[in-house]
Nanobody
């Protein structure tokens, strides 16, 4: 089992920045990939960015060049630095931890943190 606690959401003006944090606890040594997803009202949850144990990252096209995912293994924490925010970035952001147990995997989710980009 993995527990995830997010923080750092809030209200920001267009063009502003926010940093989200996600602290993991529990069976952290089994985690293969961590990431951030988001869900806007009336929309499906979508991938924002992921980072593997080896440090490889992957981003949605819509956030490339603006968002950066990183991890601090000593603190068991993953970050999402969001710059040049746009109103369309408004959503609930969820932290995800994936444990691969070939041929399947287990996903764990945080409670979500609201990000609102508005003037």
């Amino acid at each position: 089992q993995v527990q995830l606690v997010e923080s750092g959401g809030g209200l920001v003006q267009p063009g502003g920045s926010l940093r989200l944090s996600c602290k993991a606890s529990g069976d952290i040594f089994s985690i293969n990939v961590m990431g951030w997803y988001r869900q806007a009202p009336g929309e499906e949850r979508e991938l924002v960015a992921t980072i593997t144990n080896g440090g490889s990252t992957n981003y949605a096209d819509s956030v490339k060049g603006r968002f950066t995912i990183s991890r601090d293994n000593a603190k068991n924490t993953v970050y999402l630095q969001m710059n040049s925010l746009k109103p369309e970035d408004t959503a609930v952001y969820y932290c995800n931890a994936r444990i691969v147990k070939y041929p399947r995997f287990d996903d764990y989710w945080g409670q979500g943190t609201q990000v609102t980009v508005s003037s």
